[in-house]
Structures are given as structure tokens and as C-alpha cells.
């Protein structure tokens, strides 16, 4: 019996996830039937969705683009544009975000300089930041990847900052007992210690990249699932972008999971 029960646990530890997802998306279907009916059908319900998904992955190819229209695309194709665009924000955001936050945490004089120029731009608005990089790029794409940059910094910067801020006195007597380098006790103690604070900040600022985009590729128009679900709802195809709002939900879940998974990794300390 005890060998029975112990395969039935380890059976619906291995299952129990998955088992959670389809009652998650069963809940969240009834909750669109119910929205549509209170709606009397101006929401699209599941039936129409489902015919927005014939349309969009099986009459046209989600991967069709047209070089002479680069407006008339696929679903995917879109997506894939989307997401080029917000990890070159990331990256870019994270390369500045990463080593001010290290002068931040490890210094009260870069503190004191940094931190109310971070509390003052922080609040503001991602699309306040839209009219000026197109000032200075000249360029709605720019535009966005530069909405973007600016505000996924902030998660990352404080969340770096306060890992490096909170390393134990114990690790800095060790490295000074040792004679550590600089290199040696960034490498092996600073870095290491304050890992999974970093991925935690980047985990917060993918989620606020892909938030931003779907808004950015509305105002610039033209290109990305932003500027779908902004053309489908001038189209009154509202089904097209009830879609399109999973099809967001989910990319956004894949990049959780990958930086949930990272920082599951190197939570070590």
C-alpha cells in the first residue's frame, strides 16, 4: 500500500500542473461566456473566437508576410516584430540599469545622487516617453523600443541595487581577510550574491516590456499585435482582438516562466 500511494503522489505531482492550467482556462472561457451573454453578444463569445482563430492560423497563414504590404502580415509574424522590439528595449534597458544599480547598492554617495532621479521619472507614464523618442529618433519603431528602454529599467535598477546593497558584512570581512582583488570579490562574492535579485528585477521588467509594447505599437501604428488589436477594433472585428488578447497573455506567461525558471536556477544563496 505504502508503495501504491507514493506512486499516486509522485503521479499527481507530475500531472497536478498541467491538470491547474486546464481548469484555469476552462474558468477563464466561462468567464467570456459570461461577459459576452451580460454583454447580449456586443463582446464576442468562444464560438466567434474560435472562428478568429480559423481565420488567423488556418485561411492565412500566421507566418504569411507580404513584401510589398508590410501592413497585410500573420498573426505570428506580428508577434515575432512585437518581440524583437521589446528585447531590444530590455537589453538595452538592462545594460544601464544593471551596473547603476551595482554604484547604487554599493556606494551612499551614488545613492544619494541616483535614487531621486529615479523616484522622479519611475512614475511617469510609458507613453509620456513616446513623443520624445520620436523627437529624437525620427522614428515610431525607435520610438517604441525607446518607451520601452526607459521603462523597464526601473525594476531591474532597484532590484540590483538593493541585492548589492544587502550583502552581508560576513562576506565583505572574508574577502577583505583573503585579499581579495576587485575583480576576484565582484566574481566570486558581489555577483554571485546579488544574482538573484538581478533576475528578479529582470523578470519585472520583461513583464513591464511586453505591457508597454501592445501601447507603444498603438501609437506608432503600422506594425506589431498592438497595432492588431488597435486595427481589428477600428475594423469591429472584436473577436480578432479578444484573440489577440490571449495570444498577449500567453507570450507574456513563456517569458515568466523562462525568467521564473532563471531565478529558480541561481536562488542559491
Request: glycine residues 10%; charged residues 10%; aromatic residues 14%.
Given at each position: ?15 497536478a500542473?498541467f ?11 466561462l ?23 480559423q ?55 551614488w ?18 516617453w ?9 522614428s ?59 533576475i ?20 506608432s ?5 498592438g497595432?492588431?488589436?488597435w ?13 489577440a ?19 529558480k ?5
Open positions: 500500500m505504502p508503495i501504491v500511494h507514493n506512486t499516486l503522489k509522485y503521479t499527481w505531482i507530475k500531472i500542473p491538470i491547474y492550467f486546464i481548469g484555469s482556462i476552462f474558468v477563464l472561457i468567464l467570456w461566456k459570461f461577459f459576452s451573454w451580460k454583454t447580449n453578444g456586443d463582446i464576442p463569445g468562444p464560438d466567434a473566437g474560435l472562428l478568429a482563430v481565420e488567423l492560423f488556418i485561411d492565412m497563414s500566421p507566418f504569411y508576410s507580404d513584401p510589398e504590404d508590410p501592413n497585410t502580415q500573420g498573426i505570428l509574424i506580428m508577434m515575432w516584430g512585437s518581440l524583437l522590439r521589446v528585447f531590444t528595449g530590455f537589453i538595452l534597458g538592462s545594460l544601464v540599469a544593471i551596473p547603476i544599480g551595482f554604484l547604487m547598492g554599493s556606494s551612499t554617495l545613492m544619494n545622487i541616483f535614487n531621486p532621479i529615479v523616484q522622479t521619472l519611475r512614475p511617469v507614464s510609458p507613453l509620456a513616446f513623443p520624445l523618442g520620436m523627437i529624437a529618433l525620427k515610431a519603431s525607435g520610438a517604441t523600443i525607446f518607451m520601452i528602454f526607459i521603462t523597464s529599467l526601473w525594476p531591474t535598477l532597484i532590484n540590483t541595487a538593493l541585492g548589492v546593497s544587502s550583502l552581508p558584512a560576513d562576506h565583505k570581512n572574508v574577502a577583505k581577510a583573503f585579499g581579495f582583488s576587485t575583480w576576484k570579490y565582484l566574481t566570486k562574492i558581489l555577483i554571485p550574491y546579488s544574482l538573484p535579485y538581478i528578479t528585477g529582470l523578470r519585472l521588467s520583461i513583464g513591464v516590456a511586453w505591457m508597454v509594447i501592445v501601447a507603444g505599437e498603438m501609437l501604428g503600422g506594425q506589431g499585435i497595432f492588431f488589436v486595427d481589428s477594433y477600428n475594423g469591429g472585428a472584436l473577436e480578432k482582438v479578444i484573440m488578447i490571449f495570444l498577449i497573455g500567453i507570450a507574456g506567461l513563456i517569458l515568466d516562466k523562462v525568467f521564473n525558471y532563471l531565478q536556477r541561481f536562488s542559491f544563496v
